[in-house]
């Protein structure tokens, strides 16, 4: 049983942040693009070919807040479009290490900020108040996680012609209260799922 609210939910679990870290250190970008992706949705598009690495300090650098850095990398487009929105969710979850622990402090001994804007309207100042945020956005929420469970249903990922079932699974979901039963229930009545008969399931 759980006791710390830090843990509660995906956002807390040590497979998703592992999953999303580095091997040395945590990436903000990968556990941003992550929850952009599968939680609310909405995929950040490939970055360009000529987008340059993230900088790493040398050996006799000073090593710059994870913050500074990312403020660094996105200083200029092409960069800032998708990173302004990105890295601050990713920050959010910077109070766990790269295999998911606690950590109050990085290891130079710099406190962890994780405050930050979520689609620069929802502030939060730690982590429960992020995933709180996301549920704001019940909506967007929600047509991610019917999209979801409408492609596990099918045995294969959302065509463009699902797009008229799947918006009408999240608009019966939402009116009634984002029941879980009720999107259940319109996933296994929606055409998609008794027909089988888009294209893409033959690919």
Same mark, same amino acid.
């Given at each position: 049983m759980l006791t710390d609210p830090n843990r509660f939910g995906l956002l807390g679990k040590g497979g998703i942040l592992v999953m999303t870290a580095l091997p040395n250190r945590t990436s903000p970008v990968l556990r941003g693009k992550y929850v952009l992706e599968v939680l609310l949705g909405t995929p950040p598009p490939l970055p360009p070919a000529n987008v340059p690495p993230f900088k790493e300090a040398g050996d006799f650098e000073k090593v710059q807040s994870v913050r500074a850095r990312l403020e660094q990398h996105r200083a200029v487009e092409?960069?800032? @479009?998708c990173h302004q929105i990105m890295d601050p969710i990713?920050?959010?979850?910077?109070?766990?290490?790269?295999?998911?622990?606690?950590?109050? #402090?990085?290891?130079?001994?710099?406190?962890?900020?994780?405050?930050?804007?979520?689609?620069?309207? #929802?502030?939060?100042?730690?982590?429960?108040?992020?995933?709180?945020?996301?549920?704001?956005?019940?909506?967007?929420? /929600?047509h991610a996680f019917a999209s979801h469970l409408l492609s596990y249903a099918l045995g294969r990922k959302i065509a463009a012609t699902d797009a008229p079932a799947l918006d009408?699974?999240? @608009?019966? /979901?939402?009116?009634?209260?984002? @029941?879980?039963?009720?999107?259940? #229930?319109?996933? /296994?009545? @929606?055409v998609p799922f008794l027909s089988k008969g888009s294209a893409a399931s033959k690919e």
């Open positions: 092409p960069c800032r @479009s990713g920050i959010a979850m910077e109070n766990f290490d790269p295999v998911g622990r606690w950590r109050d #402090h990085y290891e130079n001994g710099r406190k962890v900020n994780p405050a930050g804007m979520l689609f620069r309207k #929802h502030t939060f100042g730690n982590v429960i108040e992020f995933k709180d945020a996301i549920l704001v956005e019940k909506v967007r929420f /929600t009408r699974i999240v @608009s019966k /979901t939402v009116g009634a209260d984002y @029941s879980m039963q009720k999107l259940i #229930h319109e996933v /296994t009545q @929606s």
